[in-house]
C-alpha cells in the first residue's frame, strides 16, 4: 500500500486534457515540495514537474502540475499516443523518507 | 553529461548477498545526495534508501532498514548499496539516481541510471 493515493488508471482521447491526482498528508505532500516522472515501458523513470510545477527545460508546455493542501495534481493537455505511460507522484515524506505514489497507468484511446 | 550507470545485479540465493554500485559522470558527486530505488517486475517505484553528500547521514525504506546499507566513495563518483540477508520480494530493478543538491530530503530526480536487474530465487 503506498503513502500516496493515485488512481489505478486514467483515459482519454487523443488531443484531449486529462489530469491524474495524488492525495497524501500534511506528513508529506502539505509541507513538502512534489514531483511526477513519467515511465514509458522498458525505461528508467523520466522527471516531468519538480517542485509542485516547475518543468524541466526539456519537457513540454503541456504537461503542469499543481499541488493544493495535502493534494497534487498532474495535467496533460493535447493527448498523444506518446503520452502513453506509467505516472508517478512522490515527494519528501517527515518520517524521513521519500514516497512514492502507487502509479496511474495513462491509456490514449 | 551526467551518466549514472549501474552494475552488479544478478541472481542470488535468498539469504546470500550481493552489492550493487552506480559509477557518476558529468557532474561534481561529492556535491549531489544519492538515492537507490527500486521497481518489482510490472509494479510500482520504491524508494530504498537516500545517502547525503558527505555521507553523515542515510535513510532507508522500512523494508530494507538493518538488511541493506548505502555509501558512497566521492574520490571514486560512485554509489553502493551492501543488500544482505536478501528476500524474494527484493527482487527488482535497482535505479540509481542523483538529487538536486546536498541534502537527500527533495525528490527532484532529474537523472537516473538504467537500472540493474536483482533476482533473488533459489
Known amino acids: 500500500q503506498s503513502v500516496l493515493t493515485q488512481p489505478p488508471s486514467v483515459s482519454a482521447a487523443p488531443g484531449q486534457k486529462v489530469t491524474i491526482s495524488c492525495s497524501g498528508s500534511?506528513?508529506?505532500?502539505?509541507?513538502?515540495?512534489v514531483s511526477w516522472y513519467q515511465q514509458l515501458p522498458g525505461t528508467a523513470p523520466k522527471l516531468l514537474i519538480y517542485d509542485n510545477n516547475k518543468r524541466p527545460s526539456e519537457i513540454p508546455d503541456r504537461f503542469s502540475g499543481s499541488k493544493s493542501g495535502t493534494s497534487a495534481t498532474l495535467g496533460i493537455t493535447g493527448l498523444q499516443t506518446g503520452d502513453e505511460a506509467d505516472y508517478y507522484c512522490?515527494?519528501?515524506?517527515?518520517?524521513?523518507?521519500?514516497?512514492f505514489g502507487g502509479g496511474t497507468k495513462l491509456t490514449v484511446l | 553529461e551526467v551518466q549514472l550507470v549501474e552494475s552488479g545485479g544478478g541472481l542470488v540465493e535468498p539469504g546470500r548477498s550481493l552489492r550493487l554500485s552506480c559509477a557518476a559522470s558529468g557532474f561534481t558527486f561529492g556535491d549531489f545526495a544519492m538515492h537507490w530505488v527500486r521497481q518489482a517486475p510490472g509494479k510500482g517505484l520504491e524508494w530504498v534508501s537516500g545517502?547525503?553528500?558527505?555521507?553523515?547521514?542515510?535513510a532507508y525504506a522500512d523494508s530494507v532498514k538493518g538488511r541493506f546499507t548505502i555509501s558512497r566513495d566521492n574520490a571514486k563518483n560512485s554509489l553502493y548499496l551492501q543488500m544482505n540477508s536478501l528476500k524474494t520480494e527484493d527482487t527488482a530493478y535497482y535505479y540509481c539516481?542523483?538529487?538536486?543538491?546536498?541534502?537527500?530530503?527533495?525528490?527532484?530526480?532529474?537523472?537516473w541510471g538504467q537500472g540493474t536487474l536483482v533476482t533473488v530465487s533459489s
Open positions: 512522490g515527494t519528501w515524506d517527515s518520517s524521513l523518507k521519500v514516497v
Open positions: 545517502i547525503r553528500w558527505k555521507s553523515d547521514r542515510t
Open positions: 539516481t542523483k538529487g538536486p543538491y546536498g541534502d537527500y530530503d527533495d525528490v527532484d530526480f532529474h537523472h
Open positions: 500534511s506528513s508529506n505532500i502539505g509541507n513538502n515540495y
